[in-house]
């Protein structure tokens, strides 16, 4: 029920309950489709749990009011962890910050100078109210405001990766009904054989193949992709390009095999078989009865596939070298400035949350037993 | 037969992943050149003496990509053992023990799932010193969360069997149950799920490196190998690709072997209960 | 006149795939053939793996996952529908020739309301307009007994019960007025007492709308009330073809005659009953903080003897079996084993009083190990309870074997090597394997073909003569109960409606339950659904 009930990582995981199409519950059970609840069966769940327990008159609002609630805990709960869980692990930020060969008078000073000398909690919830009004602190190594910082380069990240969501989805999506579609024909072993070679590949390896084809023997765009305050639209688009088509690359592959995978359930399901036997025309049957139940477990899938446009971005940020929020955990990382690197992994996280928040209300609204309740 | 049935492109996948390994064992016989030995100018074009050139010290990039092999695998491999090893317990003793147990480990699951994998790594990866054991450990538990939902899914589905039941009712301990009752018929998928865990545990393992946060230099690793190569690019140099799609090669050849497999055991099921 | 539908020597091929080795073909229909008149009805009985339902789908020119049809002719109407284009095909389908799926439940799909898609087949083929078609669908609503006609349609398929379901499917293949209906086990899947009221549903349209049906089953006797002709089959091929009344009443082939005399099991009821060796006291009980689902539920099983409980789904009775093995403690009330209290839960149980009480489950496939060898399946037990090893295990596995009639080779098979038959053999075994007083039976047939749930019987009662072991024997099927029990406790949501004797449980006078419960049993003869529509119109003839 939570919201990270997904596997992040492999887009196997979701196809492989397309293995247990024909089979009986108790087999097809056997195998790891299990492991990623299909969209159907947690619609299922939430059903009788809403059914179980309604303090609001609607199953639904009680059900949206109470993912987000949940939302909102996970988001507490996550803070705690990048918060306390990084100072419970060893090694002493003052010390590491000035290295092995610092004097203890001078880890003493920059202890007291960072306010690390006062109690962990004190500083936890000082942290973490500047956080919900928006602030961050300062940066360790610049000293400078982090939120201000965030501000210009949140954009330019957003902007990346909204393009790269905007043209992935909607091929996403297509490629997945054309390969339902020729299912175990050419074009779908064609996608299929591509997009197993497209989550193989590096997110690097294809930005700098990108780089070197495009940039450098072409001369199509320039690199790197700066992008500053002011740029005209066009400008800025053009500077995203190469570094939003490398996501796209890295994204819609697995995407693609997500959707073929929950459309495919859809397709094998009993009902499908009944439009059939009632000699409606493919079309009918795919926008009438397959796409009104293949909306939850599509934006299930999308929302997953996220992730990998959230990790993504950090490194294509790198190649390209783009001034986005990534760049900027990366540097952050690399010097060792905490205040910094705690605010990037918190809005990565609060991204990735509500963006798995948004697909499960969506998932929620379009299921029809909580809509039409009993 | 029993031969005959994998496709060929298991048949790849598997050559693909020997000669890796081939590599990766016998780096110090088979390359040409030391790991660190400087042979030559820095970026000379591939081809003559060096197969594929040298890299931005001048050293051999195939004696690197080949010491870079043993590297990039053995970690990879060591980080994929520890978060299965790891995972697969947990979440067997969860499903199995269910209760408060199930209920700390699942949610305290879900918690750590709640943030993007690299970027967990990278907020962990900055306050730890960098050692290799560190390394190779913030890569196992960050993964065991991936092998925990899947071992924890597969585990319950069993556990709710008849058989389990009646080994229940039995009187059998939670050994018993999981060691003989379940992991024999979790064996299949987890064996694929290993696969796709090791492709991630390589191409995540590089992308630290080439963030410079994994494997640091002068020790070979590809990603780190991309990371060193990755000013030629601007000059037309495209030393910085081969070991980037040594990383996709190996990950292809991994998948694709992962993918005969749950074909194979998806088949195995069809075939049966059809009377 | 011509028939309507002519189907000659059907061959439908599938494809397997075996454990090692390259995928192969296999025939899973062979040399079938057939005629069907106008307003005819043809059943097409015989056991799982017969073809039955692969022969239904073939009228519809329609072969069911990676199924083909490689041969014969299937000729609806004068044209063969094998041989028309995707778009002929999609013309006979869902116009001349309609489905009902054994599943009503997934067969309607969930975001659209039964009306919509009650009325969708006809609309689409443009056999009837808009208004003509919800005003036939309110009308077919009527005829099938479905509540509220008039506002039926307007619920999703998740807002009404599975008979209503059924129910509303069959009006969904009535609606365009099809020359053909196939019914695919449609009430398979229910309750008898829902069954009987889809089986008068189904009747009686077919008499008002005059169309033609196959009505595929594997159980004779539902078939026997509405069918015209039986084919009986059997691996594919047809075993015998002919009237509903011969069938029944002058079967010529063996197995047909083995499915018409089914039940030869015969106990003769214990005449002292009073001895009791479980005893089950008052017991409440339900799901954490779920409804009760045992309530205030007391009965005992004799000693040596058989208890059978027997229910619909929603009784409890499964619930019963799992608050006796100790995995759902009971919210009050006890339970006595040989007159002392036994503890509640499993954990505290001690492993003699496990050993005591074993179990048989419905589903044999999942009720062992499939890594285990049957060797190790029985040795466990041995082992476990008994410390046995060696020499001394080996000769008590053939013991067991031999006891449950399985020969010798069979110890280092693996479970999926065996027939269903077999595994449930195996399964019996195993509960012997640990001496115990008491065995749980969880409906050990009914997953089981007839004649092989007959062998089960069969053997369940040997053991018992031989060992004096206790059965409580969970059942949904009055004819098990009458064939093996002693005494008899009839369940209804969640409560124990009847028990004692089997003599006394069975026989009138009856509480309103257990009368509708044995009347709703299809009997297999000819006329019996008329019987009770006759009984059923003078009961209800004041209103």
């Known amino acids: 029920m939570a919201p990270t009930d997904r596997t992040g990582s492999d887009p ?28 159907a069966e947690r619609g299922e769940e939430w059903a009788r749990e809403a059914e179980r327990q309604h303090w609001l008159k609607s199953p639904l609002a009680t059900l949206i009011l109470q993912r987000m609630g949940l939302s909102v805990l996970l988001l507490f709960a996550v803070s705690l962890l990048i918060f306390v869980g990084v100072e419970a692990l060893p090694g002493d930020f003052a010390q590491t910050y000035l290295g092995q060969s610092a004097t203890p008078q001078a880890v003493a000073n920059i202890r007291e100078q960072l306010g690390l000398d006062r109690p962990a909690t004190a500083r936890y919830l000082e942290w973490l109210g500047g956080v919900l009004q928006g602030d961050f602190g300062n940066s360790w190594a610049s000293g400078r405001s982090i939120s201000e910082q965030i501000a210009r380069r949140l954009g330019n990240t957003l902007m990346l990766a909204g393009f790269a969501a905007l043209v992935s989805i909607p091929l996403a999506v297509g490629l997945g ?71 796209v690359m890295v994204v819609l592959a697995h995407m693609m095999r997500m959707t073929r995978a929950a459309i495919l359930n859809v397709m094998s399901s009993a009902y499908i078989e009944t439009a059939q036997l009632k000699g409606l025309d493919a079309f009918r049957i795919i926008a009438k009865h397959a796409a009104p139940n293949a909306v939850a477990p599509i934006v299930n899938v999308v929302a997953l596939n996220l992730a990998y446009l959230v990790v993504g971005v950090v490194v294509v940020e790198v190649v390209f070298v783009y001034p986005g929020m990534g760049q900027y955990m990366v540097d952050a990382v690399t010097v060792r400035d905490m205040p910094v690197v705690q605010a990037c992994g918190m809005i990565f996280a609060a991204v990735y949350i509500l963006l798995n928040m948004v697909a499960d209300i969506i998932g929620i609204v379009s299921n029809p037993r909580l809509r039409h309740p009993r | 037969m ?67 092999a043993q590297t990039t695998i053995f970690v990879a491999l060591a980080a994929t053992v520890l978060s299965f090893s790891l995972g697969v317990l947990l979440s067997f003793t969860a499903a199995v023990v269910r209760g408060w147990t199930d209920q700390i480990l699942s949610r305290f699951n879900d918690l750590m799932m709640a943030i993007p994998t690299l970027i967990f790594a990278l907020v962990v990866l900055a306050v730890l010193p960098q050692r290799l054991w560190i390394l190779v450990l913030v890569m196992a538990v960050l993964d065991s969360t991936r092998v925990f939902r899947l071992g924890r899914a597969v585990a319950v589905d069993i556990a709710v069997m008849d058989f389990v039941e009646a080994a229940r009712l039995r009187g059998e301990g939670h050994a018993w149950i999981i060691f003989r009752e379940i992991l024999p018929n979790a064996l299949t998928p987890l064996l694929a799920e290993f696969g796709l865990r090791f492709a991630f545990a390589v191409l995540f393992l590089s992308t630290l490196s080439f963030l410079g946060l994994g494997i640091q230099p002068p020790e070979a690793d590809w990603g780190g190998m991309v990371k060193d190569n990755k000013d030629g690019i601007i000059f037309g140099v495209p ?19 992962v993918d005969w497999l749950l074909n194979r055991t998806s088949s195995l099921k069809g075939a049966r209960g059809d009377g | 006149m011509a028939e309507l539908l002519d189907v000659k020597n059907l061959r439908i091929d599938a494809t397997a795939y075996p454990e090692d080795g390259p995928p192969e073909d296999i025939t899973i229909v062979d040399g079938v053939s057939f005629q069907l008149g106008r307003g005819r009805v043809l059943g097409l009985i015989g056991e799982s793996g017969a073809g039955k339902s692969t022969i239904g789908l073939s009228a519809l020119a329609y072969g069911r996952g990676g199924v083909r049809i490689t041969g014969g002719e299937v000729i609806l109407d004068g044209t063969d529908i094998l041989k028309l284009s995707p778009r002929g095909i999609r013309r006979v389908r869902g116009a001349k020739v309609c489905y009902v799926a054994q599943s009503a439940a997934a067969a309607f799909n969930p975001a659209h309301r039964l009306g919509d898609q009650v009325v969708e087949a006809a609309l689409r083929h443009g056999v009837l307009s808009r208004e ?89 006797a539902v078939v026997a009330q509405i069918a015209d002709d039986i084919m009986v089959l059997r691996h594919g091929k047809t075993v015998e073809y002919g009237t509903t009344r011969q069938i029944l009443e002058e079967p010529r082939e063996t197995y047909t005659r083995e499915l018409v005399t089914v039940r030869q099991v015969k106990k003769e009821e214990a005449p002292d009953q009073s001895q009791a060796l479980l005893k089950i006291d008052h017991v ?95 040795g466990r037990p041995l082992t476990f309870y008994f410390g046995m090893h060696g020499q001394e295990k080996s000769r008590r596995i053939q013991e067991l074997l031999d006891q449950i009639e399985l020969g010798k080779g069979f110890a280092d098979r693996y479970p999926a090597e065996l027939s269903g038959g077999q595994k449930q053999r195996v399964a019996i075994a195993r509960a012997l394997a640990a ?29 018992q003569r031989e060992t004096q072991v206790s059965y409580v024997f969970i059942t949904h099927d009055i004819a098990t109960v009458r064939a093996i029990a002693d005494s008899v406790a009839v369940m209804y949501l969640g409560q124990v409606v009847r028990f004692g004797p089997k003599s006394q449980v069975l026989s009138p006078p009856f509480d309103d339950y257990t009368d509708l419960l044995l009347k709703s049993v299809p009997e297999m003869k000819v006329g019996w659904l008329e019987d009770v529509l006759e009984t059923r119109r003078m009961e209800s003839g004041g209103r």
């Open chain 2, 239 to 257: 030393a910085a690709l081969v070991p980037g799609a040594a990383i996709a090669v190996l990950a292809i050849c991994v998948n694709l072997v």
């Open chain 3, 132 to 220: 003509e078609a919800h005003e036939r669908a309110r009308y077919l609503f009527d005829v099938l007994g479905l509540p509220d006609p008039d506002t039926f349609g307007k619920r999703y398929p998740h807002q009404v019960s599975g008979g209503q379901l059924q129910r509303a499917m069959t009006a969904m293949a009535l609606l365009p007025s099809p020359d053909l209906i196939v019914f695919d086990e449609p009430t398979t899947a229910l309750d008898v007492t829902t069954q009987i009221d889809v089986l008068v549903a189904i009747k009686r349209a077919i008499e008002e709308t005059h169309t033609a049906a196959l009505y595929i089953t594997h159980d004779l």
């Open chain 1, 177 to 247: 009904m054309v390969a339902v579609l020729y299912r175990n024909r050419i074009p779908d072993r064609l996608i299929n054989a591509l997009s197993l070679a497209a989550i193989s590949l590096p997110e690097f390896f294809i930005g700098y193949l990108f780089i070197l084809v495009f940039a450098v023997n072409w001369g199509w765009v320039t690199f790197p992709s700066t992008v500053y305050d002011g740029m005209p639209f066009g400008a800025r688009l053009e500077a995203i390009l190469l570094p939003g088509l490398t996501l």
């Open chain 2, 2 to 68: 029993r031969w005959r049935s994998i496709p060929v492109s298991a048949w790849i996948g598997m050559a693909g992943l020997a000669l890796a390994l081939f590599c990766a064992v016998f780096a110090p016989w088979i390359a040409p050149y030391g790991e660190r030995q400087v042979v030559g100018d820095i970026w000379m074009p591939m081809g003559g003496e060096f197969l594929l050139g040298t890299d931005n010290l001048g050293r051999d990039l195939l004696s690197r990509l080949i010491y870079g």
């Open chain 3, 284 to 378: 409440n009980a339900r799901y954490a903080n779920g409804p009760l689902i045992l309530d205030d539920v007391s009965m005992h099983v004799p000693r040596g003897q058989t208890l059978a409980i027997v229910g619909e789904s929603g009784s409890g009775k499964s619930t019963l079996a799992r608050v006796i093995t100790g995995l759902l403690p009971p919210e009050s009330g006890r339970i006595l084993f040989k007159n002392e209290p036994l503890p509640a839960s499993l954990p505290e149980r001690s492993r003699d009083h496990l050993r005591k009480i074993q179990m048989i489950y419905q589903m044999a496939d999942t009720a062992m190990n499939p890594r285990h060898t049957i060797r190790q399946i029985l």
């Open chain 3, 435 to 463: 001496e115990p007083e008491l065995i749980l039976c969880d409906e050990p047939t009914s997953a089981l073909d007839p004649l092989v749930a007959d062998g089960i019987l069969t053997l369940l009662t040997k053991l």
């Open chain 1, 12 to 39: 196997r995981v979701t196809e492989d309950e397309t293995a247990g199409d024909h089979l009986p519950p108790s087999q097809a059970g056997m195998s790891p489709a299990a492991a990623e609840v299909g969209a």
